[in-house]
């Protein structure tokens, strides 16, 4: 008989610590991520799958009891909109967000909340001292009985303070501080992040604890560590807010229990931080008379609509390359607006300088604001204020038309409580006419439906292609 031939060695495996995308050769860069530097020979399998005892039968789904993991309230009402109805026993959370933004009030304010529903919260800190959080605490009226607060850097003694305790809620402040012994790296690492996220979600989801865990970013604004972190927790929230603005902004980018399309606002304060139920009066300023250059619109923040203040300033310039100045605003969709406007509208803007830019810290990177943007150059170029009350809706073409945006009677709906008196919208797909629609009303607001942007600058008596500025018509 033929001797049998020497079995193969096994390939190297090689795989990403970012994200664990695998492939059979070295790469400098992940084919899945595209991090550099990250994939790594792994060691070759030796153990084989085997059957092993269970921890519970599987029962039909209709049987399985839900009781245990119902929503049960923050404390604070904007979060539970995030979250879909409020924090899930057993849910493990995961809330990034710049440095200095307010991750740690905001969660010292949920802890303190929780405590004053009578269930006990563990607070733990690796970034502070106990004595520096109990400062915080005074100051934002957070100090309750069933409030326990740890500071500490080792796994196993945050799983000694989870056993001695017993929480309802755990706060991780913040995980890449927390170090496992005996797993190779340095806290922050992406090993030990990976272990010690594990080992917490894991005592999470046998002990059902609720666990929020902070994170770090990058600067990009990603999440920093490994991409597997956000796969094994069941909901991932952005906080973020801009560093000249007490305005604070929660956005979930995944949750399994409730929608990925809502935000929650807050204001950050020398007394801590508070929800902002309607925050439309921190982006809308409220000026005495009728100012050339402004327009308001509606933009949508996940279901919620909200009014912002687009203001614009055109000025004639001295440069050989004028000023294009964007604050709050998309930069490209500015540069599109403008285009739109000299080609389609008659202005003549390639000699001034232009100035952009939103009220209060709003951002507005959705293409609905187009249509106020074009209004606020065209009244600043003019030197002539649009029509009291009015908002604009709509996204531009480069054909100079307006398409319509999503959820617009939503926003009409939301402009019309606020008291405002006209609405500027694109028309249905199907009308064609240069002429606008005849008015209709909402809410006891009027809505003027405009196929295109020069239609709507001439019903708000805008149009510079003659010229001449009739006077406002008053609505």
């Not at 991090?35 to 059957?51: H, I, K, Q």
């Not at 001292?129 to 005074?138: G, K």
């Not at 972190?229 to 807010?241: A, I, K």
Request: hydrophobic share 45%; with cysteine; glycine share 10%.
């Amino acid at each position: 008989m033929p001797a049998a031939r020497p079995a193969r060695p096994p390939k190297p495996a090689y795989r990403c610590s970012e994200c664990g995308w695998e492939t059979g050769k070295w790469v400098g860069r992940c084919g899945e991520c595209q991090a550099w530097g990250s994939v790594a020979e792994t060691a070759a399998p030796t153990l084989r799958a085997a059957a092993a005892p269970v921890t519970a039968p599987a029962v039909p789904i209709g049987d399985v009891a839900v009781e245990a993991s119902a929503f049960r309230t923050s404390g604070v009402p904007e979060l539970d909109r995030v979250l879909g109805g409020g924090l899930v026993p057993g849910a493990a959370i995961l809330l990034a967000g710049e440095p200095g933004v307010g991750k740690s009030t905001l969660l010292l304010e949920v802890a303190a909340q929780t405590a004053r529903y009578r269930h006990r919260t563990l607070y733990v800190t690796g970034e502070e001292s106990a004595s520096q959080v109990r400062l915080r605490a005074d100051r934002t009226n957070a100090v309750e009985p069933e409030l326990f607060l740890a500071a500490e850097t080792d796994l196993g003694a945050l799983l000694t303070h989870v056993e001695e305790t017993r929480p309802t809620l755990l706060v991780i402040d913040s995980v890449q501080t927390i170090g496992a012994s005996g797993v190779d790296g340095v806290p922050g690492g992406v090993t030990q992040v990976k272990e010690v996220a594990a080992a917490l979600i894991r005592v999470a989801k046998t002990r059902n604890i609720t666990t929020i865990l902070v994170g770090h970013v990058t600067k990009d604004g990603s999440i920093a560590g490994p991409r597997v972190l956000e796969h094994l927790v069941d909901v991932v929230l952005h906080f973020e807010g801009d560093r000249n603005s007490r305005f604070r902004m929660v956005r979930a980018m995944k949750n399994r229990f409730g929608p990925v399309d809502e935000v929650g606002c807050f204001q950050l304060d020398a007394s801590g931080i508070e929800a902002v139920a309607d925050p439309t009066g921190l982006f809308v300023e409220q000026h005495h008379g009728r100012v050339p250059g402004t327009c308001v619109a509606v933009t949508m923040e996940g279901r919620r609509p909200l009014l912002a203040e687009v203001q614009a300033l055109v000025t004639p310039s001295a440069l050989d390359k004028p000023r294009r100045t964007v604050s709050g605003l998309d930069s490209s969709r500015t540069a599109l607006v403008l285009a739109v406007l000299e080609r389609h509208c008659g202005l003549r803007l390639h000699g001034s300088d232009v100035f952009a830019s939103t009220v209060g810290g709003a951002r507005l990177h959705e293409p609905a604001s187009d249509l106020a943007l074009a209004i606020a150059l065209v009244s600043s170029h003019l030197g002539e204020a649009a029509p009291t009350g009015t908002i604009a809706i709509g996204e531009i073409g480069l054909a100079g038309e307006l398409r319509r945006v999503r959820d617009l009677p939503q926003r009409l709906a939301e402009a019309a409580r606020l008291g405002f008196r006209v609405a500027v919208v694109p028309a249905e797909p199907g009308q064609r006419s240069s002429a606008a629609k005849p008015a209709r009303t909402v809410d006891g607001m009027r809505v003027l439906e405009v196929p295109g942007v020069l239609t709507a600058l001439d019903v708000l008596r805008l149009t510079a292609r003659s010229g001449r500025v009739p006077p406002a018509p008053e609505f």
